[in-house]
């Protein structure tokens, strides 16, 4: 508040893009990079979760328990708690425990387990008659899981993907504080601790610009992958 | 051919296991089309996942065309699943692909070419008629095209039996019509044994070279369609006729309910039964029709003469036969009995 009332000193607009675009830059990356982490590992890992359990393709109960604990327990944690308690195994993976190397680890984690529970959600939407006709077309499994399964998930895949992508990106602010850089740490160093103004909108401003863009590709991908509303709104 | 034999199966374990089908013998020669009808929660659905393997019979054997299934590993399973195409219930097309490629998952699953793919797909959306809707999603489709759909894709690998499955319901009479004589049409073309499982009876009756009832997990009642439909004293046989309202007797005449019991009731009967008899009679209601060139149907006559053996004698002449209701009340009892054995069946 004290910010609002007493302006400091603010960077100068002109040196604004120089603070920014970097900052900007690597929250892409750091997105990126744990984006592609997770939907390599999460999407398997959300079809094996989704057919592991009652009545999936390869029943297993307890494995389906397992999982599903392992995923809640990543889930049920805050960001910045995770962060701070994986500390060791970040360090393990990266050999340091700043910068994007280290913020793109527990990121990917929680990202994983989010992205994990969005498909198996999706797979559970999708009526399990579809199975039964893929089953009774003669289809592998893996074929099963691919054409009746996931192909006709999709929507509902990129919908969640969509939110997931958002969710990294607030993560990608919280890891900037353990000197990740990206927007979040030019947010959080020149907004909250130096109260410049300028910087602190300047951050929400392209904060909210991105998620706002990513919402409407978002919507537009869904759109494009149900045929219903591809080819209704001509 | 399909044969089942000593077919049970068994949902749960210990005290929660339901024995669904319960030592079921069950027979189809190759190219007929037997109608499968019974109580909801009979096993129907169950019956059918165990003739395509879709779920494993507890014990008991399941013969398609000489190989017993029930044995066999996964990958075997598969490949024997190929020679069985099933038709599901309405909209079991996926979403995301066109009528074309929706049929085409089989022969895809199979590792075809997509050539080859092509051609055998152009070719059977020409048989079932839809040729011009290769390119339509299923949402662009309505339930009679969806249902055409499915039969294509079900006979995408050239199988010998087709699984049918509630395939009509939910459609409406007209195309309940034309979808299942496409699947006489294509039984005859294809001479596929097919198993047609309803519950409503006026599809039976379009449908079926024979009928059985499944109920508490076994087949009570089998039969030929038209001989079923010709012998009244038949469980079975009566649920199968269409049974409608009719008008009241008027004063001086009783109620008769006749039905069609042979095979040649001559089409002229009234006219033939009301001279011999020569008293009135008013038609007060009837349904006939013709299945697999049988006149076969019941109607409600009101007939002023009191001998009851004269009118029955009279009736037996044509091929019919006959049962008087005394007064109102037994004939809403009769209604009734009648309603309940529709409602058991279906
Ligand atoms: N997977 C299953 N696990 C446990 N019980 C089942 C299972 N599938 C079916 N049943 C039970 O088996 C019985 C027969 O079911 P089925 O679906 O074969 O009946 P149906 O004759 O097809 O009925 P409807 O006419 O309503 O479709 C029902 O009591 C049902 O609860
Ligand atoms: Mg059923």
């Known amino acids: ?234 | 051919m399909i044969s089942l034999r000593h077919l049970t199966k068994t949902y749960g374990r210990g005290h929660a296991a339901v024995t669904v089908l319960d030592h079921l013998d069950f027979e189809v020669p190759t190219g007929r089309i037997a109608a499968v009808v019974g109580p909801s929660g009979a096993g129907k659905s169950t019956l059918a996942q165990c003739i395509n393997l879709l779920e494993r019979p507890t014990s008991g054997a399941v013969v398609v065309n000489g190989e017993e299934l029930s044995g066999l590993p996964e990958k075997r399973l598969r490949e024997a699943r190929r020679r069985i195409g099933t038709v599901f219930q309405s909209s079991s097309l996926l979403s995301r692909r066109t009528a074309a490629e929706n049929i085409a998952l089989p022969l895809e699953y199979l590792g075809v070419t997509p050539g080859e793919a092509r051609a055998r797909v152009a070719e059977l959306l020409d048989r079932v008629g839809l040729s011009d809707k290769a390119g339509h999603y299923p949402f662009q489709l309505s339930g009679g095209q969806a249902q055409r759909v499915g039969i294509a894709r079900a006979l995408a690998l050239r199988p010998s039996i087709l699984l049918a499955d509630e395939a009509t319901s939910g459609l409406d009479p007209d195309t309940t019509r034309s979808v299942v004589g496409l699947i006489r049409q294509l039984r005859n073309d294809l001479d596929l044994t097919v198993v047609f499982i309803t519950h409503e009876m006026d599809t039976v009756r379009q449908v079926a070279d024979t009928v059985a009832r499944l109920d508490h997990g076994r087949i009570v009642e089998q039969g030929d369609l038209v001989e079923l439909l010709t012998s009244h004293d038949s469980l079975l046989g009566r649920s199968l006729q269409p049974r409608r309202g009719h008008a009241g007797p008027e004063a001086g005449t009783r109620t008769w309910y006749v039905t069609y019991d042979s095979t040649d009731v001559p089409g002229d009967w009234i006219q033939r039964f009301t001279g011999d008899l020569g008293a009135v009679v008013h038609l007060l209601g009837a349904s006939v029709e013709t299945v697999h060139g049988v006149n076969t149907g019941s109607a409600t006559l009101g007939i002023g003469a009191d001998d009851d053996a004269r009118v029955r004698g009279a009736l037996a002449r044509y091929g019919l036969s006959g049962t008087p209701d005394g007064g109102g009340g037994s004939q809403s009892h009769q209604l009734l009995t009648a309603a309940a054995v529709l409602e058991d069946v279906a």
Request: glycine content about 8%; aromatic content about 6%; hydrophobic content about 55%.
């Open chain 1, 1 to 234: 508040m004290s910010a609002l009332i007493f302006p400091r000193a603010d960077v100068p607009l002109n040196d604004l893009p120089a603070l920014l675009l970097p900052a900007y830059g690597e929250t892409l990356t750091m997105v990126g990079i744990v984006m592609a982490v997770v939907l390599v590992i999460g999407a398997p890992l959300g079809v094996l979760l989704h057919n592991v359990a009652p009545g999936g393709l390869y029943e297993r109960p307890a494995l389906h328990a397992v999982l599903s604990w392992i995923i809640s327990i990543g889930r049920s944690l805050p960001f910045l708690i995770l962060m701070a308690a994986i500390v060791p195994f970040t360090r393990f993976i990266t050999g340091t425990n700043i910068g994007i190397a280290a913020a793109v680890v527990p990121m990917s984690l929680a990202g994983i387990a989010f992205f994990t529970r969005i498909v198996e959600n999706s797979l559970r939407s999708v009526p399990p008659s579809m199975v039964q006709v893929a089953r009774a077309a003669g289809g592998s499994n893996l074929q099963i899981m691919r054409t009746a399964q996931f192909s006709e998930a999709v929507p509902a895949v990129i919908g969640g993907l969509t939110i997931q992508v958002i969710a990294m990106i607030e993560y990608s602010a919280i890891a900037g504080t353990i000197g990740a850089g990206g927007i979040g740490y030019v947010a959080v160093t020149y907004g909250y601790q130096r109260f410049d103004n300028t910087v602190m909108l300047a951050t929400i401003v392209i904060l909210v610009v991105t998620v706002a863009l990513v919402q409407i590709v978002g919507d537009r991908l869904v759109r494009f992958t149900t045929p219903q509303k591809r080819l209704q709104r001509a």
